[in-house]
C-alpha cells in the first residue's frame, strides 16, 4: 500500500456551467462580518459563473452549539439577499456518511483507532512544549498490534479515528489567490477524523460533504490554508479529485488588529439594527480584499456580479473602516425614494423617540419629516437623534447657544422682534416665500447671512445644526416656530 504523500496537486478549471460552491457556517456563535464575507464571495463567485451556491449547516460540535444560530445564520443572509440553491443541509444529519469513510480509511490503512486519554495528550503537550517542539499527536497508538487493540477494546476505551500522516516529503497545494503553497509533511502530526461520540471532525465532514455535494471551489477563510495539506492528503486516500481552493484574505481592525467586539459591531444583524442597508453593507463587504480598480467605490448588486473574479481578490489583508461604510450606507439612503426612506427608517424613529412624544406618530407628518433627515443621515439609527425636535412641543437646550453665532444678547433679541414682525406678514408658510421675507432682512439689519440664520435656526430648533432653516420652519409650522422663537426671546432677556 501507497501512501497518498508527495507531489502536487494542481486543479484544472472546470466549466463555468460545473460551478458549485458552498456556504457552510459552524453554528457555535452568530454570524460575524467575516463570515458573511466569506458567503458573498462564494455567492458572487458561483452568480458570476452561473452555477450553484449551497447552503450546509455544519454542526457536528454538539457541546459548543449555540441555541438560535441556525435561524440567524439564516435571517443574515436573507437580509442581504445572498440566496442559496440547494439547503440548508445539516451535518448532524449525515452522520453515517462520516463513519462510513472513516471505515474505509482504516480498512485501507490510511487511519487507525487511538485509545489515548485526555489526560496522556495533554502530558505529551506539556512535554513537547517544555523542549519548545510544536504540539502535536505523538503516534502512539498508530503501529499497536492486535493483541493491544484487542486488550484496549476490551477495556471499554471509545476511540478517536486519527488519519495516518506521512512521515516524510511534501505536499503542495495551488491556491487559487496564492499560487502554490508546500507543507512539510513531518510538521503535520496525525490528526483526529472522528471522535469518540462518533461525530466527525471538522477535516473529515466538509472533505466527505464537498465531495459527495460535488462542490467545485471551495472559498474560505485564509486561516485555513494551513489545515489544507491534511485535506489534500484525505482527497488522494479517499481516491477522490479535490475542488480548487481559493484561501481568502483576513479583515484587521484600523489597528490592523485582527477583528474584533472592539472594532464595532461584528454580528451581522447588529448592522441591520444599527441601521445599514443590505445593498450598501453588500457593496462594503466586497470591497474587504476585493477591487474592481483603484477608485471605483460604488457597485451595485448586478455589477458586482458582473465583474466578480477571484483574480481581483487581494493576497494581503483587508482592514475594515466603518468611516467607509457609514459613508457608503449614507449614499445608498440618500438613493432611496422618499417614500422608500419613509418605510425604512418609520420604525427606528418611532423606537428612537421618547416616551414623552405623542404615540401613535402622525403618518403625514412624519411623510413631512423624513425628506429633512434623508440627506443627513448616515444610518436609519440616526434618523430620531436627528429629528427628534420637530416632534416636541417645547425645545430645551443651552441657551447661551442662541449667542453662538457672535451675536450680544441685546443685539438677538432685537434681530428675533423684528423676525416676529416681518413673519406676521407671510402669506403663504412655504420655503421661498420665507426665504423671500428672511433673506433681505439680514442685509437690512447689517448681518451676515452666517450670524443671522445660525440665530433663527438655534432659536426655532435648539441645534446649531440643523436640516435646511426654511424647509424645517415649513414642517415645524408657522405655529410652533412663533412659539419657539417667542421662548428664545424669553430666555434671552434674563441673559
Not at 78 to 83: K, Y
Not at 128 to 139: E, L, S, V
Not at 234 to 259: C, E, S, V
Request: aromatic fraction near 10%.
Amino acid at each position: 500500500m501507497k501512501h497518498p504523500s508527495g507531489g502536487m496537486w494542481c486543479a484544472v478549471m472546470k466549466p463555468e456551467t460545473s460551478v458549485r460552491v458552498r456556504f457552510a457556517p459552524s453554528p457555535t456563535g452568530y454570524p460575524h462580518l467575516g463570515n458573511i464575507r466569506t458567503a458573498l464571495f462564494s455567492w458572487l463567485f458561483a452568480r458570476h459563473h452561473g452555477g450553484k451556491f449551497l447552503l450546509r449547516i455544519e454542526d457536528t460540535d454538539v457541546a459548543r452549539k449555540v441555541e438560535g444560530t441556525v435561524d440567524v445564520i439564516l435571517d443574515s443572509l436573507r437580509w442581504l439577499g445572498l440566496d442559496w440553491d440547494e439547503g440548508p443541509y445539516f451535518q448532524s444529519e449525515r452522520l453515517h456518511y462520516y463513519q462510513e469513510a472513516a471505515s474505509k480509511l482504516i480498512e485501507d490503512g490510511f487511519a487507525y483507532k487511538c485509545y489515548c486519554s485526555r489526560e496522556r495528550l495533554e502530558m505529551v503537550r506539556q512535554e513537547q512544549m517544555k523542549r519548545k517542539q510544536p504540539p502535536g499527536y505523538d503516534g502512539h497508538c498508530r503501529n499497536l498490534t492486535e493483541q493491544e487493540k484487542s486488550q484496549l477494546e476490551a477495556s471499554g476505551i471509545a476511540p478517536v479515528v486519527r488519519f495516518k500522516m506521512p512521515l516524510e516529503g511534501e505536499t503542495t497545494l495551488h491556491d487559487l489567490i496564492r499560487g502554490e503553497v508546500t507543507f512539510k509533511n513531518s510538521v503535520l502530526s496525525d490528526f483526529v477524523l472522528l471522535k469518540s461520540d462518533g461525530y466527525p471532525t471538522y477535516h473529515l465532514a466538509n472533505i466527505v460533504d464537498d465531495h459527495l455535494m460535488a462542490i467545485s471551489h471551495v472559498l474560505r477563510a485564509d486561516e485555513w490554508l494551513s489545515s489544507t495539506p491534511r485535506h489534500i492528503l484525505l482527497y488522494r486516500a479517499l481516491n477522490w479529485t479535490p475542488p480548487q481552493f481559493a484561501h481568502l484574505p483576513m479583515i484587521l481592525g484600523p489597528d490592523k488588529a485582527k477583528l474584533s467586539k472592539r472594532h464595532g459591531a461584528t454580528n451581522i444583524i447588529d448592522y441591520r439594527e444599527q441601521g445599514y442597508l443590505p445593498q450598501a453593507m453588500i457593496n462594503f463587504m466586497a470591497l474587504l480584499g476585493w477591487s474592481l480598480d483603484d477608485k471605483t467605490e460604488l457597485l451595485s448588486r448586478e455589477e458586482l456580479i458582473e465583474h466578480f473574479s477571484l483574480g481581483r481578490v487581494s493576497k494581503t489583508a483587508a482592514v475594515f473602516n466603518k468611516r467607509k461604510l457609514e459613508w457608503m450606507n449614507g449614499v445608498y439612503l440618500r438613493q432611496l425614494s422618499p417614500e422608500e426612506f419613509a418605510r425604512q427608517g418609520t420604525p427606528f424613529l418611532d423606537r428612537g423617540l421618547p416616551s414623552s412624544v405623542k404615540r401613535p406618530l402622525s403618518s403625514s407628518y412624519v411623510r413631512q419629516v423624513m425628506p429633512l433627515l434623508q440627506e443627513r443621515a448616515k444610518t436609519l439609527a440616526e434618523i430620531p437623534q436627528l429629528g427628534d425636535f420637530l416632534f416636541f412641543d417645547d425645545i430645551e437646550y443651552d441657551t447661551n447657544l442662541l449667542l453662538s453665532s457672535g451675536l450680544d444678547a441685546k443685539s438677538a433679541i432685537q434681530t428675533i422682534e423684528v423676525v416676529l414682525q416681518r413673519l406676521q406678514t407671510a402669506k403663504t408658510w412655504d420655503a421661498s416665500s420665507l426665504e423671500a421675507v428672511l433673506r433681505p432682512l439680514a442685509a437690512e439689519l447689517n448681518l451676515s447671512t452666517r450670524k443671522f440664520f445660525g440665530l433663527l435656526r438655534v432659536a426655532t430648533t435648539g441645534r446649531t445644526a440643523a436640516p435646511p432653516l426654511f424647509q424645517t420652519m415649513v414642517v415645524l409650522g408657522k405655529e410652533k416656530c412663533f412659539k419657539h422663537l417667542a421662548s428664545a426671546l424669553q430666555r434671552m432677556s434674563v441673559l
